[in-house]
């Protein structure tokens, strides 16, 4: 099917600006246009949109992003390259998984501890009940 680029705009809830900017950069190298300019996007073009926003949202660079699209149309000599890429990638992500479990613990301390001092109406006195006197700071 195609899409306009306001059409693809809302399936994938980025602005056409954001479209076009990844068009300049080369990330979106399949997207077709008419005679007149207009950007005709396919369901292929939004598959590809989705890879990146993942890749993006989980810490690659859009330098990065581009180098395995490249790699990606240089074609099948490029395979090691690219699943080195996601190897390394994978392990980025899983350690910030690891930190970002970490930081959600020392949330949830906070959390349950104010949640216990608005129950009693003071901070010192949620403190000093044992569940909370040995936890993170």
């Not at 990065?64 to 000599?77: E, H, L, V």
């Not at 010192?124 to 909370?132: D, I, L, R």
Request: glycine share 6%.
């Amino acid at each position: 099917m195609n899409y306009s680029i306001s059409e693809t705009a809302k399936i994938t809830k980025l602005t056409p600006y954001t479209l076009r900017y990844y068009e300049k950069e080369g990330l979106l190298p399949f997207v077709r246009k008419t005679k007149s300019g207009l950007r005709i996007y396919t369901d292929n073009d939004i598959a590809w949109i989705g890879l990146i926003e993942c890749l993006k949202s989980t810490g690659m660079p859009l330098k990065g992003i581009k180098q395995y699209i490249d790699w990606f149309i240089a074609g099948d000599s490029t395979l090691s390259q690219r699943l080195n890429m996601f190897k390394e990638h994978r392990i980025n992500v899983k350690n910030r998984l690891t930190q970002m479990r970490k930081n959600l613990e020392r949330i949830n301390h906070k959390f349950e501890l104010y949640e216990e001092a608005v129950r009693l109406g003071s901070l010192e006195k949620a403190k000093s009940c044992p569940q909370f006197l040995t936890k993170l700071k």
